[in-house]
């Protein structure tokens, strides 16, 4: 079908993602009906299980920006500057983010977020949101879809935005010759809360990432705008002889208590409602979701979480998700005639892109829960800083490429392995930043790297 005779498009899925796309169709004339599973969130219905808080680096405020919701959202973010690292013993390290004032995080609540955008599509006048609606079926062929209570409905083209379980995704195995591949991280994860203080005041630094790494496991919190923090314990889902606990093995609140008083002795204070959330708040699963293709011709497509899983260390599932939004829209705006042709141009713009953040995602894992903690991290980061003050513009941790920066993933990926093996030739056998060849630094980076243009 040709862009410009679509005037209404239907939306699997209600969530960040598929509310924003919405938004930035209905800016450029297309009229959109959402179909969301879950009941209305301003009502009350509680979102789908999931963080309790989410960053946006870079690309999702971009997003946000061209949705015109840079301004309303801005009253919902708190700027978070660096990770705040706890050890055993409950002493603090700030491990700033970069070294200009623009490289900072903002943490938001997924909630407010959701309501936020919720409220934008439907001020558009061209957003339809129809909650309770759960997909049961899609024919490709007749394009007509199933829902829960508005029976049987025609489309002229479908973006499943439904997240990791998609449904849409699932459909599109019986009409193409899509190929899914799923790998579930050996670990799991529980929400626990850190509420504000009887007087209001946030019990943490209300501007970092607070994080416990342990080794094999580790705990985070990132705080709201109300001064209450959410809080991630992420441990494996079952111990073996490496790592003897995981939450198969915390099966009583004696077990639970003990656990959180030996590795967290700061945060689990913090925590009064340790034992009932331990109790009643069901253990996450995390994962990576890999499609062969995005989309059927120019009947279907899917973006976000749909798409591509990935695990939540880097901070980029929204900020990915957001991104497939607005690599579309320029699609669109760039002339593309039919859905087809933008549909095969947004997979080939983005496909290589979600690859390397998922891959990244894995790799900030293994980095936070093992690596932060140790002196050979420290002295990495401060060359690392160290370089990028000498030579701005040029080396820029991979980091802040991703975060702070919209080179696409696969570049930021390509750049940061570069800028690794740099890092490993100044680095071995050193044990102090005053040892460092420092002209042999610039020799090294004007030789394997450009200038960001």
């Known amino acids: 079908m040709r862009i410009r005779d679509t005037r209404n498009i239907t939306i699997i899925g209600g969530g960040l993602s598929g509310t924003l796309l919405a938004i930035l169709l209905a800016q450029r004339g297309f009229s959109s009906e959402l179909f969301e599973r879950s009941p209305d969130p301003r009502r009350g219905a509680p979102l789908a299980p999931g963080p309790g808080i989410l960053s946006l680096g870079e690309r999702g405020r971009h997003a946000l920006r061209l949705a015109g919701m840079e301004q309303a959202v801005g009253t ?37 977020l959701t309501h936020c955008l919720l409220d934008a599509a439907e001020a558009t006048g061209k957003v339809h949101i129809r909650f309770g609606q759960k997909l049961q079926a899609i024919d490709w062929s007749a394009r007509t879809l199933s829902l829960d209570d508005a029976g049987e409905r025609t489309f002229d083209v479908l973006v499943g935005a439904d997240g990791a379980g998609s449904r849409v995704r699932r459909s599109m195995l019986g009409a193409s010759d899509l190929q899914i591949g799923q790998e579930l991280l050996d670990a799991g994860w529980k929400q626990l809360s850190i509420p504000a203080g009887a007087d209001g005041q946030p019990p943490l630094d209300p501007h970092a990432l607070h994080v416990w790494p342990r080794g094999g496991y580790m705990m985070i919190a990132m705080p709201d705008i109300d001064g209450n923090f959410s809080a991630m ?9 490496r790592m003897p606990w995981g939450f198969a093995e915390l099966d009583s609140w004696t077990r639970q208590e003990a656990f959180m008083a030996f590795n967290f002795p700061d945060a689990a204070p913090l925590i009064p409602e340790l034992e009932r959330e331990f109790s009643d708040n069901p253990v996450g699963q995390m994962g990576t979701i890999r499609c062969s293709h995005w989309h059927v011709g120019g009947l279907g497509l899917l973006i976000g979480d749909a798409a591509h899983t990935i695990v939540p260390f880097h901070g980029q599932g929204v900020n990915a998700a ?19 042709t933008a549909f095969s141009q947004l997979q080939h713009a983005r496909q290589a892109n979600a690859e390397a953040i998922a891959d990244m995602a894995l790799d900030a894992f293994r980095t936070m829960r093992d690596s932060v903690r140790h002196r050979e991290f420290m002295l990495r980061k401060a060359l690392e800083r160290e370089l990028e003050r000498l030579h701005p513009g040029v080396f820029i941790p991979r980091y802040s490429l991703v975060m702070f920066h919209r080179v696409p993933y696969v570049e930021a990926c390509r750049r ?6 740099i890092l490993d030739e100044l680095l071995a056998g050193k044990h102090e930043l005053t040892e460092v ?5 610039a020799e090294l980076v004007s030789d394997r790297l450009v200038g960001l243009t």
Do not use: N
């Not at 060849?437 to 630094?441: G, I, V």
């Open 437 to 441: 060849d420092l002209d042999k630094a």
């Open 416 to 421: 940061g392995r570069v800028q690794a093996e």
């Open 233 to 241: 314990l992420f441990l494996p889902r079952k111990g073996d002889h």
């Open 322 to 340: 957001f991104e497939d939004c607005t690599a579309l829209m320029e699609i669109i705006d760039g002339g593309a005639d039919d859905w087809d």
């Open 76 to 112: 919902l973010v708190t700027a978070l500057h660096g990770r705040m690292i706890h050890d055993r013993r409950g002493a603090t390290t700030l491990q700033p983010y970069g070294i200009y004032a623009y490289e900072a995080l903002y943490s938001i609540s997924r909630e407010r």
